[in-house]
Nanobody, 120 residues
């Protein structure tokens, strides 16, 4: 019932920027952490950035200083601002969220992904 939808991916030249958005919808009591993962062809899915309900953030070392994660709790939305993009950033980017349903059960939800391609 909790659904996440990503948007904002596309093709960009090295050094450029993209802003990804992910909106959570459904019957949600609260969202704790939200995050972004990515998966390049032939590689493992890796955490890019995450943000908890208090606004605390964590980043993968490879993106720290270039990417910024933020959230708008009123809109149940998480963003990923990606600057100084490199070809190595090319991947499908997925957002995830976890939290609580009104039933007091925990949920974990993933989006379908959005493609980010950085050309050299």
């Amino acid at each position: 019932q909790v659904q996440l939808v990503e948007s904002g991916g596309g093709l960009v030249q090295a050094g450029g920027s993209l802003r990804l958005s992910c909106v959570a919808s459904g019957t949600i009591f609260s969202i704790n952490a939200m995050g972004w993962y990515r998966q390049a062809p032939g590689k493992q899915r890796e955490l890019v950035a995450e943000i908890d309900s208090g606004g605390r953030t964590n980043y993968a070392g490879s993106v720290k200083g270039r990417f910024t994660i933020s959230r708008d709790n009123a809109k149940n939305t998480v963003y990923l601002q990606m600057n100084s993009l490199k070809p190595e950033d090319t991947a499908v980017y997925y957002c995830d969220a976890n939290g609580w349903l009104p039933s007091r059960s925990r949920f974990v939800s993933w989006g379908q992904g959005t493609q980010v391609t950085v050309s050299s």
